[in-house]
């Protein structure tokens, strides 16, 4: 039987399991190194199964492994080999997150929340970097207290807490987060200079 991939508790709905098994009859007898370019690009990239929930998806890379009855490794070798796969890279948010981030904290719960903030900020603005829609519910109410205590995240990691809030510096914290001075642009820095004065 065809194990589709599935969340922990879950069972794969039968029209996904029908989807599968005719894929394994089209596959069937057929060797990862016999396949063309053309068609493993087809398997990968077009051919869809039914989600579950009344629409489609593509086949997962696992799935389409276990029905060539290789493992993943191999199919992603073999694809990378014809050029049929790109290194995907991880999403780059230092744009909105102006901090070196030291390890230990790069999973913490405020950096969580704020790359959620970003991913739904670069999906509203139609970026390709945001493919998948996220669940934001946590930071956009996150976002809210946020924009109602007039605050921006602050960063130091050697505090023993080194994430807290502080208060916003209008025209120098233009996102969500406190801007170090050393990634402050010309504009901000002489908008932070002016406040100090004042």
């Known amino acids: 039987m065809i194990a589709p991939q599935k969340r922990r508790g879950s069972e ?3 029209d ?6 005719e894929a394994k ?3 069937a ?5 016999d396949i063309p370019d053309a068609e493993l690009t087809w398997w990968l990239n077009d051919y869809l199964i039914p989600d579950g929930k009344g629409g489609e998806r593509k086949l997962m890379r696992a799935e389409l492994a276990d029905l060539l009855g290789v493992t993943r490794q191999a199919l992603h070798v073999r694809s990378k080999r014809s050029g ?10 230092s ?3 102006p901090w070196q981030v030291e390890v230990a904290h790069t999973n913490a719960w405020w950096m969580q929340l704020l790359r959620l903030m970003a991913q739904a900020d670069e999906a509203a603005a139609g970026r390709a970097q945001a493919k ?4 934001t519910v946590h930071a956009e109410a996150f976002r809210k207290k946020l924009h109602d205590s007039g605050c921006v995240v602050a960063y130091d990691p050697k505090r023993a807490d080194p994430f807290y809030l502080v208060k916003r510096r209008p025209g120098v914290d233009t996102w969500w987060v406190a801007v170090p001075e050393a990634a402050m642009s010309e504009e901000q820095r002489h908008e932070w200079e002016k406040q100090r004065q004042e």
């Open 12 to 14: 794969p709905h039968p």
């Open 16 to 21: 996904t399991v029908r989807a599968l098994v």
């Open 25 to 27: 009859r089209k596959l």
């Open 29 to 33: 007898g057929r060797a990862l190194a």
């Open 84 to 93: 049929l796969e790109v290194e995907q890279r991880r999403p780059d948010y």
């Open 95 to 97: 744009a909105y997150i």
């Open 132 to 135: 998948r829609v996220v669940n």
